[in-house]
């Protein structure tokens, strides 16, 4: 089994920061791809941000500049540091990770159970 725990959502006035982590645990030999994902009320769910193994890193263009995503390889455990958070940004953030499990020969998808993400105006 892999589980996902995230943390650091709540609620912030618009121009505020937050910082999310997602700890990954588990039967869990080695993790490609890390990344935030969130939807908002009514809406899909959308990329944020993925870094890879490597550490190369893509963002959506509505929070470039403003979010960074960075990832811990030895605690399994990635970070989004969002800044400058706009009303628009209010959604439930979800940690997505694709990760190989031990006595298994191919990469899994896995999410974790979300957080909410609050901006006031």
């Known amino acids: 089994q892999v589980q996902l725990v995230e943390s650091g959502g709540g609620l912030v006035q618009a121009g505020g920061s937050l910082r999310l982590s997602c700890a990954a645990s588990?039967?869990?030999?080695?993790?490609?791809?890390m990344g935030w994902y969130r939807q908002a009320p009514g809406k899909q769910r959308e990329l944020v941000a993925r870094?890879?193994?490597?550490?190369?890193?893509n963002y959506a263009d509505s929070v470039k500049g403003r979010f960074t995503i960075s990832r811990d390889n030895a605690k399994n455990t990635v970070y989004l540091q969002m800044n400058s958070l706009k009303p628009e940004d209010t959604a439930v953030y979800y940690c997505?990770?694709?990760?190989?499990?031990?006595?298994?020969?191919?990469?899994?998808?896995?999410w974790g159970q979300g957080t909410q993400v609050t901006v006031s105006s």
């Open positions: 588990g039967s869990i030999f080695s993790i490609n791809a």
């Open positions: 870094i890879t193994s490597g550490g190369s890193t």
């Open positions: 997505r990770i694709v990760a190989l499990r031990y006595s298994f020969s191919y990469d899994a998808v896995y």
